[in-house]
T-cell receptor, first 118, second 109 residues
Framework: GAVVSQHPSWVICKSGTSVKIECRSL??????MFWYRQFPKQSLMLMAT?????????EQGVEKDKFLINHASLTLSTLTVTSAHPEDSSFYIC??????????????FGPGTRLTVL | GQSLEQPSEVTAVEGAIVQINCTYQ??????LSWYQQHDGGAPTFLSY????GLEETGRFSSFLSRSDSYGYLLLQELQMKDSASYFC??????????FGAGTTVTVRA
């Protein structure tokens, strides 16, 4: 099956710094990747849709200047949390859609990145 | 917008059968997916239904009724390792997934 990786798996940073999270599709080309945030004991909330070669589409309420998304190639999308604050501490998960999958609606999730902002 | 409802938690014993229901209200419905998530882990894909009926994958089955905006995930021969959160998710015409709040399944010996 399709494999998606994320790096780093966890990160601790000081308030005010920026953190970059990478999401890679390892064995397929993903024209579309998605970024989610999940707080403890809650559901996954879609933050944005990352499209290769074009600007990301952000969900309502998500600050695009704070959460910078770049999808520079068909296998890599990055999420940069700029000027992170403690309330940004969360589990960030990316997913990718394989357009050649039997069910192209299926999303394959990365292992997630746990961000803790001190 | 999208709205999904599923029970918050279910407890059952090993070997039992558990059914997790999911009702949804959505515009532009394409399909219903189910994901499993263990504590501290990422969601893993279980099943996808685009058409009415039952899809069986080993011990897990998923059902969809589009006319009723309803689906369920059936877990059979429960094992301890099945203790996890289970999310239903609706996909819309832009391939976005909207997740339900999740059902915590606890399997007891």
């Amino acid at each position: 099956g399709a494999v998606v990786s994320q790096h780093p798996s966890w990160v601790i940073c000081k308030s005010g710094t920026s953190v970059k999270i990478e999401c890679r599709s390892l064995d397929f080309q993903a024209t579309t990747m998605f970024w989610y945030r999940q707080f403890p004991k809650q559901s996954l909330m879609l933050m944005a849709t990352s499209n290769e070669g074009s600007k990301a589409t952000y969900e309502q309420g998500v600050e695009k200047d704070k959460f910078l998304i770049n999808h520079a190639s068909l296998t890599l999308s990055t999420l940069t949390v700029t000027s992170a604050h403690p309330e940004d501490s969360s589990f960030y998960i990316c997913s990718a859609r394989d357009p050649n999958d039997r069910d192209p609606d299926t999303q394959y999730f990365g292992p997630g990145t746990r961000l803790t902002v001190l | 917008g999208q709205s999904l409802e599923q029970p918050s938690e279910v407890t059952a014993v090993e070997g039992a059968i558990v059914q997790i229901n999911c009702t949804y209200q959505t515009s532009g419905f394409y399909g219903l997916s189910w994901y499993q998530q263990h504590d501290g882990g990422a969601p893993t894909f279980l099943s996808y239904n685009a058409l009415d009926g039952l899809e069986e994958t080993g011990r897990f089955s998923s059902f969809l009724s589009r006319s009723d905006s309803y689906g369920y995930l059936l877990l059979q021969e429960l094992q301890m390792k099945d203790s996890a959160s289970y999310f239903c998710a609706v996909s819309s015409n832009d391939y976005k997934l909207s997740f339900g709040a999740g059902t915590t399944v606890t399997v007891r010996a």
